[in-house]
């Protein structure tokens, strides 16, 4: 149940972000930004992992 509630928030704040970054609110390039810290979301689902084991 709470992987699925943070892969939902996750999902929204990254299509929010596109969103803005598409009308012209914001300058981010979401793109580079996702190629260079794609990584992190592996290393975080690793660890929920390594910690979620006992329940």
Do not use: D, Q, Y
Not at 10 to 33: D, E, Q, R, V, Y
């Amino acid at each position: 149940m709470r992987f699925n509630l943070v892969a939902a928030i996750l999902l929204i704040l990254i299509g929010l972000f596109m969103l803005a970054s598409n009308l012209g609110w914001t300058h981010l390039n979401l793109s580079k930004l996702l190629m260079t810290w794609w990584p992190v979301a592996l290393v975080g689902v690793g660890i929920a992992m390594l910690f979620g084991r006992g329940k």
